[in-house]
C-alpha cells in the first residue's frame, strides 16, 4: 500500500480512538459526582466502553503508523494539537443536561458510523466497529432515555436541557464532513463519507428532541477543525490531568 494510503489511514484510525478517549476521559470525570448510585455506575461503565474502543483504535494506528508508538504512547504523549477529536467530545460536562445532550447527539452520529465501519474491507476496522457498535447502541438507548426525561420532565429540566441542546448544536457539523482522509478510506472500501449520515442521524435526533418537547435549533454556523488539531482550550486543561502522572514517569508502562 502507498505512503499517502497508509497515511490516510493512520489519520483516520486516530480520529476514531481520540474521538471515543477524550469522551470516555469527560464521562469519566462524574464518578462519584453522579446525581444517583445507579447513574454513578452506569457513567463509569460508558467511560470504561468508550476507553476500551479508543485503546483498539489507538493500538491499530500505532502499529500501521510503524514509528514504535503503542496506545499509550499515542494517549499520553501527543499534545492537544496532534489530537484528532471533533470539538463536541471535548466541550466541558457542565450540568447533567449538558452532559447527556453531548452524549446523545454523539452517540446517535457514532453508532450510524460503526454500522457503516462494520463492512469495512480492513478486517481490523470491521471487527472493532462491530464490537464498539454493541456497547454503542446501549449508550444511544440510555442517553436518548435522559435527554425524554429530562426535557418532558419538569420546567426546570425542560429549560436546562433545551439550553443544553442550543449550546451543543453549532458542533455537530463537524461530524458530517468529509475530507480527503474519509474519502481515500471511502474510495477503497474501507471507511464511509460522512455525509452519508446525516440522514439517519437528524431523524433519530429529531425523533427524541420531539418526545422530549424540545426545540430542534436551527442549522447555521458551525463549528470545526478538532479533526486537523484545531481545538479548545477545554482540550488542553482535559489533558493535561490525564497525561501528567505518565509524563511525570515517562519509563513507566501505563
Given at each position: 500500500?502507498?505512503?499517502?494510503?497508509?497515511?490516510?489511514?493512520?489519520?483516520?484510525?486516530?480520529?476514531?480512538?481520540?474521538?471515543?478517549?477524550?469522551?470516555?476521559?469527560?464521562v469519566?470525570?462524574?464518578?462519584?459526582?453522579?446525581?444517583?448510585?445507579?447513574?454513578?455506575?452506569?457513567?463509569?461503565?460508558?467511560?470504561?466502553?468508550?476507553?476500551?474502543?479508543?485503546?483498539?483504535?489507538?493500538?491499530?494506528?500505532?502499529?500501521?503508523?510503524?514509528?514504535?508508538?503503542?496506545?499509550?504512547?499515542?494517549?499520553?504523549?501527543?499534545?492537544?494539537?496532534?489530537?484528532?477529536?471533533?470539538?463536541?467530545?471535548?466541550?466541558?460536562?457542565?450540568?447533567?443536561?449538558?452532559?447527556?445532550?453531548?452524549?446523545?447527539?454523539f452517540?446517535?452520529?457514532h453508532v450510524?458510523?460503526?454500522?457503516?465501519?462494520?463492512?469495512s474491507?480492513?478486517?481490523?476496522?470491521s471487527?472493532?466497529?462491530?464490537?464498539?457498535?454493541?456497547?454503542?447502541?446501549?449508550?444511544?438507548?440510555?442517553?436518548?432515555?435522559?435527554?425524554?426525561?429530562?426535557?418532558?420532565?419538569?420546567?426546570?429540566?425542560?429549560?436546562?436541557?433545551?439550553?443544553?441542546?442550543?449550546?451543543?448544536w453549532?458542533?455537530?457539523?463537524?461530524?458530517?464532513?468529509?475530507?480527503?482522509?474519509?474519502?481515500?478510506?471511502?474510495?477503497?472500501?474501507?471507511?464511509?463519507?460522512?455525509?452519508?449520515?446525516?440522514?439517519?442521524?437528524?431523524?433519530r435526533?429529531?425523533?427524541?428532541?420531539?418526545?422530549?418537547?424540545?426545540?430542534?435549533?436551527?442549522d447555521?454556523?458551525?463549528?470545526?477543525?478538532?479533526?486537523?488539531?484545531?481545538?479548545?482550550?477545554?482540550?488542553?486543561?482535559?489533558?493535561?490531568?490525564?497525561?501528567?502522572?505518565?509524563?511525570?514517569?515517562?519509563?513507566?508502562?501505563?
Open positions: 500500500m502507498s505512503a499517502p494510503a497508509e497515511r490516510a489511514r493512520v489519520e483516520f484510525l486516530l480520529r476514531m480512538g481520540d474521538n471515543a478517549l477524550v469522551l470516555g476521559q469527560r469519566a470525570a462524574w464518578t462519584g459526582h453522579a446525581p444517583v448510585v445507579e447513574e454513578d455506575l452506569a457513567l463509569s461503565n460508558v467511560a470504561l466502553d468508550l476507553v476500551g474502543q479508543a485503546r483498539l483504535w489507538l493500538a491499530y494506528a500505532g502499529e500501521c503508523e510503524g514509528l514504535g508508538r503503542d496506545e499509550d504512547r499515542l494517549a499520553f504523549f501527543r499534545d492537544a494539537n496532534e489530537y484528532r477529536n471533533v470539538l463536541l467530545v471535548e466541550r466541558p460536562n457542565g450540568n447533567y443536561a449538558d452532559t447527556m445532550g453531548r452524549q446523545f447527539l452517540d446517535a452520529w450510524e458510523l460503526l454500522r457503516a465501519l462494520a463492512a474491507r480492513d478486517e481490523r476496522i471487527a472493532i466497529a462491530q464490537k464498539a457498535e454493541r456497547e454503542v447502541t446501549y449508550h444511544l438507548r440510555r442517553s436518548g432515555d435522559w435527554v425524554i426525561r429530562l426535557g418532558d420532565g419538569t420546567e426546570q429540566s425542560h429549560a436546562l436541557m433545551q439550553a443544553a441542546v442550543d449550546d451543543l453549532p458542533y455537530t457539523g463537524e461530524l458530517f464532513r468529509s475530507d480527503e482522509v474519509e474519502r481515500e478510506l471511502a474510495a477503497r472500501g474501507e471507511g464511509c463519507e460522512l455525509e452519508g449520515l446525516h440522514d439517519a442521524w437528524s431523524a435526533v429529531a425523533a427524541v428532541l420531539a418526545e422530549a418537547t424540545l426545540v430542534r435549533p436551527k447555521g454556523w458551525m463549528h470545526a477543525g478538532g479533526r486537523r488539531g484545531r481545538h479548545s482550550e477545554h482540550l488542553s486543561y482535559l489533558l493535561a490531568e490525564m497525561q501528567s502522572v505518565p509524563r511525570a514517569i515517562p519509563a513507566e508502562r501505563w
